[in-house]
Nanobody, 122 residues
């Protein structure tokens, strides 16, 4: 499975961005999908996840109420809508795929895409 994340860039605090992650797999609907982020000098952290059938979503406390994860299984794509961005949201954002999994832990992910950098200035 190949994953390609896009949509990052430089923004101001309070702005919004939508990240996309396109997957190559015809079995995309079998994967829990997650977004993670890694700030300079820090570990990769969980941000949001969505179940394979789109029935459940999960969020880190730091983004709850501001970020929304969604997926379109017909387009093999998962999205992360980020509102009210803060400087502390600055990081490289990665999407990952977890075969029939919850996609909430780094160690559970089966595939990773290359990251997309989000820079939020105050």
């Amino acid at each position: 499975v190949q994953l390609q994340a896009s949509g990052g860039g430089p923004v101001q605090a309070g702005d919004s961005l939508r990240l996309s992650c396109a997957a190559s797999a015809r079995t995309f609907g079998s994967y829990g999908m997650g977004w993670f982020r890694q700030a300079p000098g820090k570990e990769r952290d969980f941000v949001a996840a969505i179940s394979p059938d789109n029935s459940a979503t999960y969020y880190a406390d730091s983004v709850k109420g501001r970020f929304t994860i969604s997926r379109d299984n017909a387009k093999n794509t998962v999205y992360l809508r980020m509102n009210s961005l803060k400087p502390e949201d600055t990081a490289v954002y990665y999407c990952g795929a977890d075969f029939f999994g919850a996609a909430r832990r780094v160690e559970d992910m089966d595939y990773w895409g290359k990251g997309t950098l989000v820079t939020v200035s105050s």
